[in-house]
């Protein structure tokens, strides 16, 4: 990290696009930055409207001739003065600005989806040909006990990986509020184009963690889905069963229509040797059962956990549960250590818990297959990557001793 002349390692330098006080995203990117202080976000254009994205940048304290009314007026005045730019626009947007912010040099961090289509990621790699840094905060894997639960397939805990279960069932394209009316979603959320919207809002969460936690790409699927909910216009609920390499088995369910469900991610696998399921309502958790019959609560002081208990995520000690902003901190950590690197000019390996344009195309290509599938009744095969997936470095931590 570059230090100041006193000495003090200097914050990178963050402008957001995106990201108001009014979006659903923004306060969450900015608490995220300022756990680990290793970002200053320092200016952005936050809204199309001029009140909202000056208030926005009050609240956030952003001097105000740095807080600009439009994107390109903030791409030509801070091109330089920054070290990323974080896109947190619409996803039908994010494609023209995370081309026009590559070809300018700058390192882009874009909020899920990165795109709409796969078609739309191979125009992103195209603009990327200049070697820009490019991550999408898929910030769900930034939680301990899932990155515990990756390490633990890394070496072998589960034996011979079988099947893998993902849901994210959520409630608000079904629910009332207290008035008798139906909740309503941003209006950019009740128009579905290549993939339904539901699938680049939930659906490449799911696809991230089956691919975070396995490392086993997709290759065939068979999917249905229905509009259960308030806007029949949209897609609200999808299920699908993909048949991934080496034999993996997963079954994925996400939507908005399941009613009493807040966010309910859960994870569950199941390997020849042992199981374990995770809950993100209950996130410092994970249940854990072997073929013996055993079963085990782990938690970030359970004597054989290895991950979880690293000191960068000891904000505070277990029993004091960390949650959804610790693991969006924790992503965040890590791709300023992905930035700084690059900064560095060090050797470009790809960093083990930062995703971006591989993984995102991948999961587009998921997602475009599970549209066909429900609309064609059957399965179909995933379209097999075209551009080149480097081999991902692997995190060198010594297995954890479960009793099997």
């Known amino acids: 990290m570059t230090r100041s002349s006193q000495g003090v390692p200097e914050k990178l330098r963050l ?6 006080v009014n979006s659903a995203v923004g306060r969450a990117h900015r608490d995220a930055i ?14 199309r409207h001029d009140d909202i994205n000056r208030e926005t940048a009050r609240q956030y304290r952003i001097l105000s001739e740095r807080c600009h009314a439009d994107f390109d007026t903030l791409l030509a005045r801070e091109a330089g003065n920054i070290d990323a730019l974080v896109v947190l626009t619409p996803t039908q947007q994010h494609t023209k600005q995370v081309v026009a912010a590559l070809e300018a040099g700058i390192a ?38 899932l990155r515990e639960i990756r390490s633990m397939v890394e070496h072998g805990i589960f034996g ?40 680049l809002d939930l659906g490449v969460h799911v696809h991230s963690l089956l691919q975070f936690l396995t490392q086993r790409e997709p290759e065939e699927v068979c999917a249905t889905s229905q509009s259960f909910g308030n806007f029949p216009q949209v897609i609200d609920n999808v299920q699908a069963l993909v048949r991934c390499a080496g034999g993996l ?12 469900q ?16 995770w809950h993100q309502e209950a996130p410092e958790f994970a249940n854990f059962y072997d073929h013996n019959g055993r079963k085990q609560i782990l938690d970030r002081a359970s004597p054989d956990i290895m991950i979880a208990n690293d000191a960068r995520y000891e904000r505070f000690k277990a029993g004091h549960p960390s949650g959804f902003i610790e693991a969006f901190a924790n992503y965040y950590a890590d791709l300023a250590d992905a ?5 560095a000019n060090a050797a470009r390996l790809p960093h083990p818990y930062v ?13 475009e297959a599970i549209e066909c599938s429900r609309l064609e009744n059957r399965w179909v095969e995933v379209e097999p990557q075209n551009m080149h997936r480097p081999a991902r470095e692997r995190i060198e931590i010594r297995a954890p001793q479960l009793a099997l």
Request: charged letters at 20%.
């Open 15 to 20: 402008a957001f696009l995106g990201g108001a």
């Open 34 to 47: 300022e756990l680990d202080q290793k970002f200053d976000l320092v200016t952005g254009c936050f809204s």
């Open 108 to 145: 882009v961090i874009s909020e899920k989806a990165l795109a709409g289509s796969s078609a739309e990621t191979r125009m992103i790699g195209s603009a990327r040909r200049n070697g820009a840094f490019l991550a999408v905060t898929y910030n769900y894997t930034g939680y301990p006990m």
């Open 160 to 199: 011979e990986l079988q099947q893998i279960h993902i849901e994210m069932p959520q409630e608000t394209f079904l629910r009332f509020r207290s008035d008798g009316t139906p909740m309503t979603p941003q209006q950019w959320r009740l128009h579905d184009g290549i993939v339904p919207t539901v699938s």
């Open 249 to 260: 088995h997963c079954s994925m369910w996400y939507g908005k229509t399941a009613l009493g």
């Open 262 to 277: 807040r966010n309910g991610l859960r994870v569950r696998l199941y390997g020849s040797k042992a199981s374990i399921e």
């Open 339 to 343: 930035l700084l690197q690059r900064k």
């Open 355 to 367: 995703l971006g344009l591989e993984e995102a195309e991948e999961g587009l290509r998921l997602l």
